[in-house]
């Protein structure tokens, strides 16, 4: 069966620190990749998606990026976080094979930054 | 392009009672329709979904129609129970992507 794995959980940062958070799925191959944010009140913002390896199309112009070095790992990243990036970040993947419609979420990265 | 309101909330409800949660959207062709639920300190989790006119998604007792005409997909349960508390997201498909409301919040008390 797939799984997704998202860590850090729980992430306290300064100001102007760096920013690393990972996700991965297991038991599927070539998956569609994606990062949301939410923040407190507020609905899901997409961040980035991802069809392919080295494949990233960025919805929202920010201080984050976003990566992915291999088919099923998706690196979010930042070098000077603000306040404003505050918030619980979601990875989720589709399958392609079965559409791009459904998403499985991970249980999420809440960050707070100082 | 395209774009999903729902209903404010937050929405308290006492144990047994009746819920809707409305949800209306705007889009290109013919999108599926999803509701997914966000249980506490958590991450979503689909809950039932539509991919055409007129199909009822369905699933722990909770049921949304896809209304073409109207363009919405309501969610109603007829019973709900306190381990229903969650917040719940109404989203459809776009080309590659899903795109959320803003979320209802929903809290059952006994």
């Known amino acids: 069966s797939q799984t997704i794995h998202q860590w850090p959980a729980t992430l306290v940062q300064p100001v102007g620190s760096p920013l690393s958070l990972e996700c991965t799925v297991e038991?599927?191959?070539?998956?569609?990749l994606y990062w949301y944010r939410q923040a407190a009140g507020r609905g899901l913002q997409l961040l980035f998606y991802?069809?392919?390896?080295?494949?990233i199309s960025s919805e929202v112009p920010q201080n984050l990026s976003a990566s992915r070095p291999q088919d099923r790992q998706f690196i979010l990243s930042s070098k000077k976080l603000l306040l404003s990036d505050s918030g619980f970040y979601l990875c989720?993947?589709?399958?392609?094979?079965?559409?791009?419609?459904?998403?499985?979420f991970g249980a999420g990265s809440r960050l707070t930054v100082l | 392009g395209n774009s999903v309101t729902q209903m404010e909330g937050p929405v308290t409800l006492s144990e047994e009672a009746f819920l809707t949660i409305n949800c209306t959207y705007t889009?290109?062709?013919?999108?599926?329709l999803f509701w997914y639920v966000q249980y506490p300190g958590e991450g979503l989790q689909l809950l039932l979904k539509?991919?055409?006119?007129?199909d009822k998604g369905s699933n722990k007792g909770f049921e949304a129609t896809y209304r073409k005409e109207t363009t919405s997909f309501h969610l109603e349960k007829g019973s709900v129970q306190v381990s229903d508390s969650a917040v719940y997201f109404c989203?459809?498909?776009?080309?590659?992507?899903?795109?959320f409301g803003e979320g209802t919040q929903l809290t059952v008390n006994p």
């Open positions: 989720a993947w589709s399958s392609r094979t079965r559409g791009a419609n459904v998403l499985t």
């Open positions: 038991g599927t191959s070539n998956p569609n």
């Open positions: 991802s069809v392919g390896i080295g494949q």
């Open positions: 889009a290109t062709g013919y999108p599926s």
């Open positions: 539509a991919t055409k006119a007129d």
């Open positions: 989203a459809l498909s776009g080309a590659s992507r899903l795109t």
